[in-house]
């Protein structure tokens, strides 16, 4: 058997290997999974090949932004996830979604949460994956780090939220709101975007409180923090394809 021959056999193993693997992870386990929890009584929108729920979500989201909302209502859970709405009232206030080929179990029973969050912490871990957009942002903040780490972070947090602090935030509050307003008194008769002007006014908050600076000194970065915000609402349910993510 020449060279040529036992590179095409090596080839073509290779090639069928990565093929069994392939599907092993993007149909074979998601069916396995989908077909248990069915059988405990567990529904949820079904599970596309690769992409998981990620187009529907995405479809969802578009939707629901792509209107104003019918009325000003403390509930915009429809308008916010859309896709979680839908789906509690198709299968239940406790499903099975997909983010790519990664099964998520969807609870919204207040006594089950409690039982996941309070009674039994300890035994679901946060999310781990480093390769995760929320993850190469976060790092190992408050949101994704755990045990002493987290315990650390936590009383540092509690430290900047304590009654006593936020007391003494009040006047650069008061500052900011009175800025805002006084530049409004100049657009008397014209037509204001409340929602950007309370966007600068968030900004003008976080850069008085926490940085003793103000808005238009650290402009640049909340600029690059909000481009970095839409980028990851496009991006997050963009299904990675295996070997060019």
């Known amino acids: ?118 009674t039994n912490d300890g035994s679901f871990p946060k999310r781990k994956d480093d390769s995760s957009i929320v993850h190469k942002i976060l790092g190992e903040g408050l949101a994704t780090s755990e045990g002493a780490k987290w315990a650390k972070q936590r009383k540092l947090a509690n430290h900047a939220f304590h009654g006593e602090s936020l007391k003494n935030m009040n006047p650069a509050v008061v500052a900011s709101v009175e800025t805002m307003l006084e530049k409004w008194k100049c657009r008397e008769g014209e037509e204001i975007e409340v929602f950007n002007e309370f966007r600068l006014l968030t900004s003008e908050v976080i850069s008085r409180t926490a940085f003793g600076s103000n808005y238009s000194e650290g402009k640049k970065i909340f600029d690059m923090l909000t481009k970095l915000a839409i980028l990851v609402s496009r991006n997050y349910f963009k299904t990675p394809i295996p070997g060019i993510r």
């Open 1 to 118: 058997m020449d060279s040529t021959a036992k590179f095409l056999i090596f080839l073509a193993s290779s090639l069928t290997l990565f093929l069994l693997k392939f599907l092993h992870k993007y149909w074979w386990i998601p069916f396995k999974i989908q077909r248990a929890l069915s059988l405990q009584g567990i529904k949820g929108p079904p599970y596309e090949f690769i992409h998981g729920n990620n187009k529907a979500s995405t479809r969802f989201r578009y939707e629901a932004s792509s209107k104003p909302m019918a009325s000003l209502t403390h509930d915009i859970v429809p308008r916010v996830f859309p896709q979680t709405h839908s789906w509690i009232n198709t299968y239940g206030k406790n499903f099975l979604r997909w983010e790519g080929n990664r099964a998520q179990l969807v609870i919204s029973e207040p006594e089950l949460i409690k039982e996941i969050l309070k």
